[in-house]
Every structure is written in C-alpha cells, then in structure tokens.
C-alpha cells in the first residue's frame, strides 16, 4: 500500500516507518516540520500530492503533564488536527488510523478495559486524544482507533530510557507501585498496526504488550541487571499536575480475534529492546 505517516519523526512514526517499508509498503514519512496537522490547508494539498491508499496518523502533543497548564495548545493538536486528516481522508475516501492512549479512561473500574467500555478521561491529555477518537468517528467509515499504552522504544524519551540511565548514573530510583497497566514497545506496536491494516476490519482496538504490571515492577525489571534497587512509592507521595489512571489495562481480545495471533508479553519486549540498547552502546 501506498502509507502516508503524520509525526514520522517521534518515536513511534519512526518505528511505524521502518516495520512498514520492511514489508515493502511504500511510505511516505511526514515529520511534524514536513506536515503541521493544524493547517488544514497544508493537510488537503499533502494528501492531494501524495494521494495515498491509507494515513496512520502518529503525531501528537504528547507533554501528560504540560497540558495542564497548556490545554489550548494540546486540543489543537490531539483534536483540531486530528479532524483536520479525518476530513482530507473523508473528502479522498482513505482509511485512517488514528494512535490513541489508554488515558481516555479513569482506570476505577479494576479489570481491563474494553473497546466499547466507557470512556472517561481524568487529564486534559486523555481528554485531547478521546476528542482526536470522535473526530475520526465522526468523520470516517473506515478507520481503525488503535488505544496503546506505556509506550517506550528507539528514538524518543521515554521511561525505559530515563530508568535505565539514572540508574547507570546512581540516582535514587523512587516509582509508584499503585498504578497498572501493560508496557508497550514502539517495535511490537508497530507489527501489530501492520498487520492490522491489513483485515479492512475498521473499528476500535486495544494494541499493547501482553501482561500486567505497575511502574516499580516495571523499572525493576529495566535495571534487573543493574544490581541497583527501586523504592516503591504511592503515587500521593509523587503529586503530578496530571490525574493518571490507577488500573488502565486494555483488553486485546478483539485486536487479537482480528490479526489471529497472541501480542508480545511485556517482558519479552523489553527484554529485546534493552538487548538492541546495550549492542548499540557495545558498538
């Protein structure tokens, strides 16, 4: 297929970029200096000159905490420009899939959670990207919602990265135990949107790793060969401008139904990228 890819320079545009042309996709790679989704205009023409067979749209205000005191900023983004491709591919008639997060929920429900299961951001984070979600529905018959979560990978912060370092630093390493979710690697994502775009079942899917953790049990596991100790801490005692989810796991049985086969575990991913971390430091 000829792909189109807004935010093809973050993290996970990147990653998103290599899986797809290793498939022999062709991909057509637009960073955010190359494609600003708010200009509608720019969108239309992008589109008209690329006239692509599918957009996955990756780029997004991604700053949890910073759009607390910006919120104006990260609506025009998660949303406004989200409607702005959701009506360039409406007017083309191209499938979109749209990126979205686990923080459209408030995690109080304690068992994961499910496409259909209603919605209810705690962040204006979460709330930016669940107004991306109903632009998208409310403009397209043919797209696929991808909700992720925990996302970590090559070229990008991230918090496998930051643990892994500080630790290597000897900084104190404090991380809530009291919240849950299921770490997702930006190259395991990536095969699953690959191989999800190609059922043109279109809907709502739940794409993470597989399994079950919290943030300590997470970093643990980063610096298990480190010899270096994490402190569980309640998240009241780490007080952050944004609200996350306590128990955010998403429930991948439809993605899994629809791609037919199991995810990655969490911890097979991560193992794998903490593999690609150290050759590359080896080399």
């Known amino acids: 297929m000829k792909i189109l890819i807004t935010g093809a320079g973050g993290m996970l545009g990147k990653a998103l970029t290599s899986c797809l042309e290793a498939r022999e996709h062709n991909v057509a790679g637009f960073p955010r200096e190359a494609l600003d989704v708010t200009n509608y205009n720019q969108v239309i023409e992008v589109m008209k000159a690329e006239k692509p067979e599918l957009v996955i749209h990756a780029a997004a205000y991604t700053k949890v905490d910073q759009a607390e005191s910006e919120p104006d900023l990260a609506y025009l983004i998660n949303g406004y420009g989200s409607e702005n491709?959701?009506?360039?591919?409406?007017?083309?008639d191209i499938p979109m899939v749209y990126i979205s997060s686990d923080y459209v929920f408030d995690g109080e429900q304690n068992r994961p959670y499910h496409p259909w299961d209603q919605t209810r951001p705690l962040s204006?984070?979460?709330?930016?990207?669940?107004a991306g979600e109903r632009a998208v529905q409310h403009h397209l018959n043919k797209f696929y919602i991808v909700r992720t979560s925990w996302l970590y990978g090559p070229n990008g912060r991230n918090f496998v990265d930051t643990i892994h370092q500080m630790a290597m630093d000897g900084k104190p390493l404090r991380v809530v135990s009291d919240q849950f979710g299921s770490p997702t690697c930006t190259l395991t994502l990536s095969e699953t949107v690959a191989d999800l775009i190609l059922s043109k079942r279109w809907g709502v899917y739940h794409a993470t790793?597989?399994?079950?953790?919290n943030w300590f049990e997470f970093a643990q596991a980063i610096v298990s060969d480190l010899k270096v100790s994490v402190q569980p801490i309640a998240t009241k005692d780490m007080p952050r401008p944004a609200t996350r989810p306590k128990y955010s796991v998403l429930d991948k049985t439809t993605l899994i139904n629809t791609i037919e086969r199991e995810v990655v575990p969490w911890n097979e991913?991560?193992?794998?990228?903490?593999?690609?971390?150290m050759q590359g430091a080896a080399r």
């Open 85 to 92: 491709l959701a009506v360039a591919c409406n007017h083309q």
């Open 124 to 130: 204006v984070y979460g709330k930016t990207k669940l």
């Open 209 to 213: 790793d597989g399994g079950v953790t």
């Open 269 to 277: 991913a991560l193992k794998m990228y903490l593999s690609m971390k």
